[in-house]
Each structure stands twice: as C-alpha cells, then as structure tokens.
C-alpha cells in the first residue's frame, strides 16, 4: 500500500498546551474558462466562490452538514476544506491527485496529505489591452507578467498564458504543509497563481533563452540573441504572500532568581487567550489592479454577470404568480419616499461600505445613501441597498448607481468612525461626501467623523 503522511504546521509542544503560529496568504489567482466544458470566467469565478469558507453562523446551522470530512488521522473537517495528496518529489512541478490511483503501491512511494481552506474570493478583474498606456508605469498585464524573450529566436513577447481572461484576490489558509502546495492545489482546481510559471500561471522561458541569459550575465560571454548587451530583464514574480500572521501573547511575571537575589520578569504565553497579529493589507502586485480600476471604472463589460442568466427558462406557474402579484399597479405606481432606507446605516466594526446615489421621481433631486455591513463583498453590500430601494412603490425603474467603496470602521466604544480604502468593484469612493452624510446622520451625532483619500489603506 502506499504511505501517506501528514504534513503539519510548525508547532511547539508544552505541557498540556500547544503554542501555533497562524498565518493566512494571499494571492493572485488566474481566470480560465473552460472551452471544452463550456465554463465561462463568470462560471469560472462563480465555482471559485463556492469553494470559500463558510461564515461561523452558517456551520452552526447544521452541523452534520458541514463537519463529516475526516483527514488520515481521523480529524473531523469541514466540506470546504480542499484536499489533494501530493507525491513526494525533489522537483517541481510536483505531482497533486485528488486520489492516490490504485496502482500506485509500490513500498517507494510516498503520498502527502495537502488541506487548505479558501477564506475568502474577492471580484473578478478582468484583462484588457489599453489603448493609451501611462508612461511612468506599465499597463497591468505588462506589470503583472513583464515581457520576455519567449521565443526560440529571441523575439519579445509576454508570459501571461492566451486562456487567462481575468484575475481575482484569493486569500487561504493552510491546514497541512507548506507555502508550495497553494500553488499546486490551486492550479489542480484550474486555478494557477499569477507568475507561476510550473503551475500554468505564466508561459515558461524556452531552453534556449535560458542559455542566453546565463550568456549574458557571464562576463566574458557574447549573448546570442537579439537582446542586446544593455538589457536586463525584469524578473517574473510569484503573485503569493503572507498577509496574515497571529500567535499567542506573552504575559510575564516576577520571580526571585536564586543566583541573582533579585526579581527577574519571566515571560510566557498568555492564558487569558491575548492574541498578537498583523495584516499586511497591500501586496506587490495591488497597484497594478489600482491602475486597472482607474482606468476602466466600475463596469466591466467584458465580464458581465448578465451571461449567467441568458438559458434560464420561467416556470409557467412562477409567470402566473407574477402576474397575479402585478394586479394592483396603480397601488405600485404610488411613491412612497417615507419607506426608502435611511441615508446612512452603519454597522459597528470594521465593514466594506458603499455610496450610491438615485434621482428622486418626485422631487428630482439627488438622494445619497452609505451603508455598510459585515459581507465579504462589495457587490452584496450594494445588492442589499438596490434590493431595498427598489421593493419601495415608486422606486421600482428608478436608475441607482453605485459610485464608490471602501471600508468603515465604527467603533461604538471610542464613538470614532473612519471613512477610507476603496472597492476594486466600483472603486474608490467619496470619503468626503461620505463623511459628511455620516456626521449629518445620527450616527454622527456623538461621533468624530474622519476620512482618508490616500491609498495607503485598503
């Protein structure tokens, strides 16, 4: 039978205590569709999503839904947690299975067990070739996979593969293993890294153009391409770090040191359960997105969430229903601006927000809203304003649009709220304006309001 063994995490052992070291990552995914099966990027992302980590109120709905996966050493795990088995190897590419094949039984052959869960799946963004390209920096495909001499000739071209048509922010965490394995379980689901050239996330350098460039950094070496002797190519980096780090406080106490004949301050971890972390909120490849989302905007054309719906067929009885729902229309023509949501709502902590703005049928002046809520999207934050405005008798065609995002942090305790980041849905939004709205609210009413236009919050 084939050995499989368990990779775990790097833990020290005390007594009756286990001190872990925490870590999330975060990275640059790409967006393949799928030809032969007929995935599109929406469906593509779509089946991203689906595979993200469930909220802690949605485990405890079911238990039994979501707690029946066991790992080799019988461990109860949820339905989200990925699992792949990675054969042991001294190269890379390494080989991911999903299963480990039957005939695969040999006493040399050793199979690693690689879970990881996927926290949290931003928006799609996709690629485009811009027509006028800043001169100070480079467009976002050139910045995220730098051109190089591709091919056998030399001649320039970029590494990004032909079937990428988006990217998306993902961020994971590791249950077994190390940092390698995101790579392959994510290109094994269809999914490979930004700049990952082993794992199909950029074209991989001919042999030939590799022997040029060890050439050319020799010193007494004549190139044999159509570089040239002042060219330096720009390194191709891997869309993948570490964003998150959490670990156990320390707590330290006096105690008589015999030798000294003095208290000394002895450290330990803290048994009040005091945590240590840190996000890294920017990661190298984020000002190219930036660049990305100022340019286009908030409507991404080329990938439109209306596709998903083009084959879907209504149930005569759901038209029916429908049309029975629609007998009153002059009760639906009424406006009713007294049911509209509030101008701002906020809910406290830390929360993605979004402003929109509506011109009123009846008054024809422009009407704000802000709202945040604790939802991993943008687009849900501002699905549930839109679905808001629109059940309101009078609103039902009214044209609502979202221009802006970012992040509002309500702190009750300290009556402070920030207004900063942006949306890389709809981009940044109008802190200015936001913060106004929020200080002319209750919310504002024993609060101090601030706002941060900079970008070096996300």
């Known amino acids: 039978m084939a050995r499989t063994r368990t990779k775990k995490n790097n833990m020290t052992n005390e007594t009756n205590r286990i001190l872990t070291i925490q870590k999330g990552y975060k990275c640059l995914v790409c967006i393949q569709p799928d030809e032969s099966s007929g995935e599109s990027v929406v469906q593509a992302w779509q089946r991203l999503s689906n595979l993200q980590r469930p909220k802690p109120p949605a485990l405890s709905m079911d238990n039994n839904t979501n707690s029946d996966v066991q790992n080799e050493n019988g461990n109860k795990l949820t339905k989200n947690v990925i699992r792949h088995y990675l054969k042991a190897s001294d190269r890379a590419p ?30 799609p963004i996709p690629l485009f070739a811009a027509k006028e390209e800043d001169e100070s920096s480079a467009s976002m495909t050139d910045g995220l996979w730098p051109k190089a001499a591709i091919g056998k000739n030399g001649s320039f071209g970029s590494r990004m593969p032909s079937t990428t048509k988006a990217v998306v922010e993902v961020q994971v965490s590791l249950i077994t293993g190390r940092t390698h394995q995101i790579r392959g379980q994510l290109s094994k689901l269809g ?16 042999v030939e153009t590799v022997v040029n460039q060890e050439q050319h950094a020799a010193p007494d070496s004549v190139p ?22 959490r670990f156990p406080d320390a707590e330290y106490e006096s105690v008589w040191h015999k030798r000294k004949h003095r208290d000394v301050l002895q450290g330990r971890p803290s048994l009040s359960g005091k945590m240590v972390q840190d996000t ?66 906020l809910c406290p902590g830390r929360n993605k927000y979004v402003i929109a703005k509506l011109r009123d049928p009846s008054t024809k002046q422009l009407r704000w809203f802000v709202q945040s809520a604790p939802l991993p999207y943008h687009a849900e934050v501002a699905f549930d304003l839109l679905e808001w405005i629109r059940s309101v008798p009078g609103y039902q065609d009214t044209m609502v649009e979202i221009t802006g995002g970012g ?43 601030t706002y941060d236009m900079s970008d070096k919050l996300y």
């Open 94 to 123: 390494k080989l991911f299975v999903d299963s480990i094949p039957d005939g695969d039984n040999g006493e040399d052959s050793k199979w690693y067990e690689c879970l990881m869960e996927i926290t949290e799946v931003g928006d």
């Open 191 to 206: 999914f490979p890294i930004v700049g990952d050239e082993q794992y199909g996330g950029a074209l991989q350098l001919p």
């Open 224 to 245: 044999t391409n159509e570089v040239g002797d002042d060219y330096e190519e720009e390194p191709q980096l891997l869309a993948l770090q570490c964003c998150h780090i």
């Open 280 to 345: 890294l909120e920017k990661a190298w490849w984020t000002p190219f997105l930036k660049k990305r989302i100022a340019a286009a905007g908030a409507g991404f054309n080329d990938i439109d969430f209306e596709d998903t719906y083009e084959n879907v067929q209504i149930a005569p009885e759901e038209q029916e229903r429908d049309k029975t729902n629609n007998v009153d229309v002059e009760a639906m023509n009424e406006i009713r601006s007294d049911l509209l949501p509030p101008p701002v709502q």
């Open 407 to 449: 992040r509002i942090d309500y702190d009750i305790a300290s009556s402070k709220v920030s207004v900063y980041g942006f949306s890389y849905r709809y981009g940044k939004g109008d802190h200015v304006r936001a913060a106004q709205l929020i200080e002319d609210s209750p919310f504002g009413a024993d609060s101090v309001v």
